[in-house]
């Protein structure tokens, strides 16, 4: 069964400061994964995604996500952090292929960017 | 411009109460979902779709019901709602291949 790993239930930073938000997975065969976001009272928002290719993908708002597949990883980063960047983040993988295409949902991790 | 559309937005209703949760999409994606979510935490597969006609039960037991009789809709139903189906219900739809999941703005559902 797949399953996806969001180790930190809450990650603060300072306004400016890189930022890291942690995910790992375990999946058969080769994931695809990806990273949403979701505001208050909003629905989720896509980000980004990694399905093959460059281990490096860009996303929106200037994230970025490294897909480490020896260590079954897929962090989100940014360079620079934003007040406005404060939100719930979820990480999700699903297999590549199959009938029912299951995506699996991390628990989310909150990130507060403190000004 | 292709969106996926939930009414209402909010809802608060007794005890009782049959209600039905409005999800529309003008991607023209082949796949529907219904997810439950609780504020601030993970979500939950309820109900899914792969077209016209196909309706699965998720991850989650629901006492909700769907049906997909168009495309570009898929409604959740409660026939008799319950203090328990207090929460968030989102609406999502995917294309076949790509996996992205594109997200309704939610509806947030008290039941008193």
């Known amino acids: 069964a797949q399953s996806v790993a969001q180790p930190e239930d809450q990650v603060n930073v300072a306004e400016g400061n890189p930022l890291t938000v942690k995910c790992t997975y375990s999946v058969s065969g080769n994931p695809y994964l990806f990273w949403y976001v979701q505001y208050p009272n909003r629905g989720l928002q896509f980000l980004l995604k990694?399905?093959?290719?460059?281990?490096l993908v860009k996303g929106s708002y200037g994230f970025e996500a490294e897909f480490n597949k020896s260590q079954t990883s897929f962090h989100l980063k940014k360079p620079s952090a934003l007040v406005s960047d404060s939100a719930l983040y979820f990480c999700?993988?699903?297999?590549?292929?199959?009938?029912?295409?299951?995506?699996?949902f991390g628990i989310g991790t909150k990130l507060q960017v403190i000004p | 411009e292709a969106d996926i559309y939930q009414t209402p937005r909010y809802l608060v209703i007794g005890t009782g109460k049959k209600i039905t949760l409005e999800c529309s999409q003008t991607m023209g994606h082949d796949k529907m979902y219904w997810y439950q979510q609780d504020p601030g935490m993970e979500l939950h597969l309820i109900h899914y779709?792969?077209?016209?006609?196909?309706?699965e039960k998720g991850d989650l037991s629901s006492e909700s019901t769907v049906s997909r009789i168009r495309t570009e809709h898929f409604p959740l139903t409660l026939e008799s709602a319950r203090p328990s189906h207090t929460s968030q219900y989102l609406c999502a739809s995917s294309e076949g291949g790509a996996k992205t999941q594109y997200f309704g703005p939610g509806t947030r559902l008290l039941v008193l």
């Open positions: 999700a993988v699903s297999p590549p292929s199959g009938g029912y295409q299951k995506v699996t």
């Open positions: 779709s792969y077209g016209v006609n196909s309706t």
């Open positions: 990694y399905i093959t290719g460059d281990n």
